[in-house]
């Protein structure tokens, strides 16, 4: 049996938890926008959603720093991330494994190596992975043998080994390995 003021109470508290999540997310939107225009990025949005997120990030070529990434970390819907040709290092990767709404990630050119890999393992959406021109190895690769969406990687560059791939195709056998 339900006491006569629960609803009510429930109602009253869901209608004052809910603006200020939404005005929080807005404040999180606001400052990444910031953030990627001071460091000469780009952003899309998608109108189609709710709230019109940000969806993709192209910082190629900035001075984007590790630290910088926690401010994309609230971008729940954040699906393409391209650091591409920046300072990023393996502890920028702590970041990047929050960001579990990834499909595409791209890496070329960055100081990511194996053990920064390792924080790409929850990322059960990512289905595109650029590791060109990096120092990955084929110890790397297997950090990246549970990510079953993974449909294509560049490994251009790197110093993974045929016998790293063989064994990365082995649990992942629909991966396109561009090398």
């Given at each position: 049996m339900t006491r006569p003021g629960y609803f009510f109470s429930l109602a009253v508290a869901v209608s004052i938890v809910l603006p200020v999540r939404s005005q929080n997310d807005q404040a999180a939107v606001e400052k990444a926008i910031a953030l990627i225009?001071?460091?000469?990025?780009?952003?899309?949005?998608?109108?189609?959603?709710?709230?019109?997120?940000?969806?993709?990030?192209?910082?190629?070529?900035?001075?984007?720093?590790?630290?910088?990434?926690?401010?994309?970390?609230?971008?729940?819907?954040?699906?393409?991330?391209?650091?591409?040709?920046?300072?990023?290092?393996?502890?920028?990767?702590?970041?990047?494994?929050?960001?579990?709404?990834?499909r595409t990630l791209d890496l070329q050119r960055t100081a990511v190596r194996d053990e920064g890999l390792r924080y790409l393992k929850g990322l059960e959406k990512l289905q595109l992975l650029n590791l060109d021109n990096t120092e990955v190895t084929d110890k790397g690769l297997e950090y990246l043998k549970s990510l079953k969406l993974l449909g294509n990687i560049n490994l251009r560059q790197t110093k993974v080994t045929d016998a790293g791939i063989r064994s990365l195709k082995k649990a992942l056998p629909e991966l396109n390995v561009l090398r």
């Open positions: 225009k001071e460091l000469n990025g780009t952003y899309e949005i998608d109108e189609t959603i709710p709230g019109k997120p940000i969806v993709k990030i192209n910082l190629n070529g900035t001075k984007v720093r590790n630290q910088h990434l926690a401010t994309f970390v609230p971008l729940k819907n954040l699906r393409d991330l391209n650091l591409g040709s920046t300072l990023i290092t393996n502890s920028g990767m702590q970041y990047v494994k929050m960001m579990t709404g990834l």
